[in-house]
């Protein structure tokens, strides 16, 4: 409880708790609460009400809130009187003021006067440093300036020793770096603040004419030592290079110089015998033993540990640079993927010149820093993989397409079987598909760069193969509105869909087999999280195949099952005859019985049967076969039995209403054989014949439960616990 509560003193009667008294408040009621800073009305009321009714709580409030009402007035009236007189009691007020004003005007003015002079002091100081801050810029400039003049006449002074008398190659190449590093300090001292002085404006032109003088030198003396292969000669000019941050005029000298030379002799020779071919694995060939005979000392100086030289990429801006040009000029065509088969193989040995310039790479940084330049990435999207993999798709998915919808089944005979490399397969279909699944992963034919999309190619053909089963399995019920490839279901024997199933249990075998081992040893390289994620999608799409193995074997239980209700239609005849008075008792069974499981004993019997299905497969169609047929048997047999009884009672019936008419006695019981008895002996005697033809087929009639149904419903009570066959 709160506090509003908790300091109340506890009431001393009935009368102190509901006491009205216009003065003092109730003993339950504390103003003091209200001045609380944690005070809270709701819990203040929610408190109270459980001392006092709501509409005492709100009167009190109400007298309380009058109360301070009348107290606020009370002291405004109080003081008012003296309030007015205030004024007329301030005496000189205005003198005063005057005489307080006076100090502090004279404080301002003060105050006013020594901002002033720290102002001064401040501005005096910021010039002076200005000009110091000046002066020391122009000597900066001047030292600067008197330095950089001093560089350049060294630097000409040097260009011109070197163009005297004949200088040897390494002693030039020693001479044009310590150029360079005068170059470099000469950029230093060039200070862009200076540029517009007259003396600096009549150094540039020095330094322009000394630099033009350093590059012509400079790569004569780089070329001198490419076509010599002299590595110091080398190492002296690529550092004079970096030194004056001119990498790209060196990696162009090397190009055009040495690379382009050989390049264009290899790629367009054959266009001068008119015999030009789209074929880059030859070109490749010779480029690359090119890079290892001529350009190796070069690599090899650029790639220097700690050297300075790692700035240089020759590998993408020389060699494959060129490669890349003179095949945009020559042979345009490789790039195409019109042509897949020729297109594949260009690609994949330009993949193979690529690992092989990586090769010469020093770490695995530099591998990455080849692969991120700009012409290798520009060389790359040349391969139009997306649109080469589209025309691979519609060849390989459109070959199945076309044997699926073939009319009918297409079988093939064995030594065709031996030449496709499928010996285990008997239908085309399957071959096909088969043929197919194994061209998403020929070398000829995949790209590992979109072995994902080959994957799920694979998975799209399985499933192509599914849905040509089940639709023309379900087209074969409803025989309307037939899709192309699943009218061969209509017609097609329980034997057509023994090599369906055959085909299905090796395509399960052969693709969770030596399939998936293909696949995995093809992707060996990946991560093994990946090789899991290829094996379980496989494996999904083998699970389809299951899936259809159920329906086909329903399907053949199926058509069994219709060419052995076509005997039990002359059940109908049976209970015509043996309602007949003169017929004598049965004794032996009906002849329709010895035609019901032949169909079922042919087709177990028979090649197909026996070569193509396994055993259990023989066991379980079997099994499930005759349940069906023996379930029909049943059913009509009942349906029969229930209609001769109610016509036996209808004509007991009748006799004895004419036998009372004509006055005649029905108390003398009738001990012939009723017709229903007989027909019930009959069907006895035909479920016996059943029983033994069941049983020459290897099963037990009492595991077949509407067998046992059937029994019962037609054998005498003192027989219906026992069968006897």
């Known amino acids: 409880m709160s506090d509003s509560v908790a300091t109340l003193p506890s009431p001393r009667s009935a009368a102190d708790v509901f006491w009205d008294n216009s003065r003092h408040p109730p003993l339950w009621l504390n103003p003091s609460l209200f001045l609380s800073p944690s005070f809270d009305s709701e819990s203040f009321v929610s408190d109270l009400r459980t001392l006092v009714p709501f509409d005492t709580l709100r009167s009190e409030l109400r007298s309380h809130i009058s109360s301070l009402s009348r107290d606020l007035l009370d002291h405004i009236n109080r003081d008012y009187a003296d309030f007015a007189n205030l004024s007329a009691e301030l005496v000189d007020i205005d003198a005063a003021a005057v005489r307080m004003r006076a100090p502090l005007l004279e404080l301002r003015e003060e105050i006013s006067e020594f901002r002033g002079s720290v102002e001064a002091a401040r501005v005096a100081r910021a010039s002076g440093l200005n000009q110091r801050y000046d002066a020391d810029a122009a000597r900066e400039v001047l030292e600067s300036s008197l330095e950089a003049f001093r560089v350049v006449s060294k630097v000409e002074k040097l260009i011109q020793g070197q163009h005297d008398g004949a200088t040897m190659r390494e002693t030039q190449s020693v001479l044009l770096e310590r150029i360079a590093s005068e170059l470099n300090r000469l950029k230093f001292h060039m200070a862009p603040h200076a540029q517009n002085l007259p003396f600096i404006e009549n150094l540039e032109k020095r330094i322009q004419s000394a630099c033009v003088l350093f590059e012509a030198s400079l790569r004569s003396c780089f070329i001198d030592g490419l076509i010599n292969s002299d590595a110091n000669v080398l190492y002296n000019c690529l550092r004079a290079y970096a030194a004056t941050d001119n990498v790209k005029n060196a990696e162009e000298v090397f190009r055009t110089t040495i690379v382009a030379p050989f390049v264009h002799n290899v790629i367009a020779h054959e266009a001068y015998d008119g015999t030009l071919r789209d074929e880059l694995e030859n070109d490749y060939k010779q480029i690359k033993h090119f890079v290892a005979n001529d350009c190796k000392t070069l690599l090899e100086i650029s790639s220097t540990d700690k050297s300075g030289l790692h700035v240089f990429n020759f590998l993408a801006n020389s060699i494959l640079k060129e490669v890349i040009l003179a095949i945009q000029k020559v042979k345009p065509g490789v790039f195409s993927p019109g042509r897949p088969t020729e297109f594949l193989k260009n690609y994949k040995a330009s993949l193979d010149f690529l690992a092989y310039l990586e090769g010469y790479c020093p770490s695995r940084s530099a591998v990455t820093k080849f692969r991120v330049e700009a012409i290798c990435i520009e060389f790359m999207k040349q391969w139009n993989v997306g649109v080469y993999f589209s025309l691979r798709f519609h060849e390989i998915a459109g070959g199945l397409d076309s044997a699926l919808t073939s009319a009918s089944l297409v079988f093939i005979q064995d030594s065709d079987s031996d030449k496709r490399n499928s010996p285990t397969l008997m239908l085309r279909q399957s071959i096909t598909l088969l043929d197919s699944l194994r061209s998403c992963w020929k070398e000829d034919v995949l790209v590992f760069s979109a072995a994902d999309k080959f994957l799920r190619l694979a998975l799209q053909l399985l499933s192509r193969y599914c849905n040509w089963v089940s639709s023309a399995v379900n087209a074969r019920k409803s025989n309307a509105n037939l899709s192309p490839g699943c009218e061969w279901a209509v017609s097609a024997t329980a034997e057509d869909f023994v090599y369906v199933i055959h085909d299905v249990n090796c395509l399960i075998s052969e693709v969770r087999g030596d399939y998936v081992g293909h696949i995995s040893h093809y992707l060996s390289s990946c991560s093994s999280e990946v090789l899991d994620v290829v094996r379980k999608s496989m494996l999904q799409g083998v699970e389809s195949l299951q899936n259809v193995l159920p329906l086909l074997k329903k399907t ?170």
């Open 556 to 725: 053949i239980i199926e058509v069994i099952v219709d060419q052995s209700v076509e005997d039990l239609s002359q059940l109908k005849g049976i209970a015509a005859t043996c309602m007949m008075s003169n017929k004598p008792l049965p004794v032996r069974h009906s002849p329709y019985v010895i035609g019901l499981l032949r169909p079922l004993k042919a087709f177990l019997e028979g090649d197909k049967a026996s070569h193509y299905l396994t055993h259990e497969t023989r066991e379980e169609l079997l099994f499930h076969t005759l349940t069906e047929i023996t379930r029909l048997y049943y059913e009509l047999a009942a349906e029969r039995l229930s209609e001769a009884r109610k016509t036996e009672n209808f004509l007991q019936k009748s006799r004895q209403n004419a036998q009372k008419r004509a006055g005649g006695t029905s108390g003398v019981a009738d001990h012939n054989v009723s017709g229903t008895e007989k027909m019930c002996m009959q069907l006895l005697l035909d479920l016996q014949e059943y029983g033994r033809n069941i049983s020459a087929l290897g099963l037990n009639p009492e595991e077949i439960a509407p067998y046992c149904s059937l029994w019962k419903c037609v054998a005498p009570p003192d027989r219906q616990k026992t069968i006897s066959v």
